[in-house]
């Protein structure tokens, strides 16, 4: 069974930094695209960036690039979004999902995480 | 970046009647158009992806149509487990981008 399982919700202050992760099982995690979205309340999804796992060939949304920062760890299985100084603007729920097909990235998501809400308040 | 405008934003059906929701891409995104629903507290979940095929495990209650720049998702006879907010998602540029959502409610 294909699973994806996010770190727990964190609480943090303005100019904070934060590195969650998303921790994938039941499948060749090597050989799938991840991907990080953010859904902000009432809002739609929005892809922030995807990781290839295998070589770590990351690609950034141009709205996202700058702004964080996407790494994976495929002996174990597991991929990190991480904010150097976080702002209040960043208060949302972030998923992760994979993404099956081809090396190009250019595909739906298939399985997602359970999701982490970040609150950013001082 | 490619637009995807869902419509409407609501949608109020009476059980056992037909749903249809709409979505549509700023530019052609080809037959690459998937569509999830999302329930409250929950991750998006995906329904279907190549537009009119490649369905998921779902129920056959939903279909799906179109390509180029319009697509129809279609909930043949409504229960109240459809109850949820709906997204398209285009794949065909990068980077992917979902629609506003559609919220179908039972009347």
């Known amino acids: 069974e294909v699973q994806l399982v996010q770190s727990g919700a964190e609480v943090k202050k303005p100019g904070e930094s934060l590195k969650i992760s998303c921790k994938g099982s039941?499948?060749?995690?090597?050989?799938?695209?991840i991907g990080w979205v953010r859904q902000m309340p009432g809002k739609g999804p929005e892809l922030m960036g995807i990781?290839?796992?295998?070589?770590?060939?990351?690609r950034y949304s141009p709205s996202f690039q700058g702004q964080v920062s996407i790494s994976a760890d495929k002996s174990i299985t597991t991929a990190y979004l991480q904010w150097s100084s976080l702002k209040a603007s960043d208060t949302a729920m972030y998923y992760c999902?994979?993404?099956?097909?081809?090396?190009?990235?250019?595909?739906?998501?298939?399985?997602w995480g359970q999701g982490t809400q970040v609150t950013v308040s001082s | 970046e490619v637009v995807m405008t869902q419509s409407p934003a609501t949608l109020s059906v009476s059980p056992g009647e037909r749903a249809t929701l709409s979505c549509r891409a700023s530019?052609?995104?080809?037959?690459?158009l998937a569509w999830y629903r999302q329930k409250p507290g929950q991750a998006p979940r995906l329904l279907m992806h190549?537009?009119?095929t490649g369905a998921t495990d779902i129920s056959a209650r939903f279909s799906a149509s179109g390509s180029g720049t319009e697509f129809t998702l279609t909930i043949s006879s409504l229960q109240s487990e459809d109850c949820a907010v709906y997204y398209c998602?285009?794949?065909?540029?990068?980077?992917?981008?979902f629609g506003q959502g559609t919220k179908v409610e039972i009347k």
């Open positions: 999902a994979r993404i099956p097909g081809g090396r190009d990235g250019h595909n739906y998501c298939d399985y």
């Open positions: 039941g499948y060749s995690f090597s050989s799938y695209w």
């Open positions: 990781i290839y796992p295998s070589d770590s060939d990351t």
């Open positions: 998602l285009q794949y065909n540029n990068w980077p992917q981008t």
């Open positions: 190549g537009a009119p």
């Open positions: 530019q052609s995104v080809s037959s690459n």
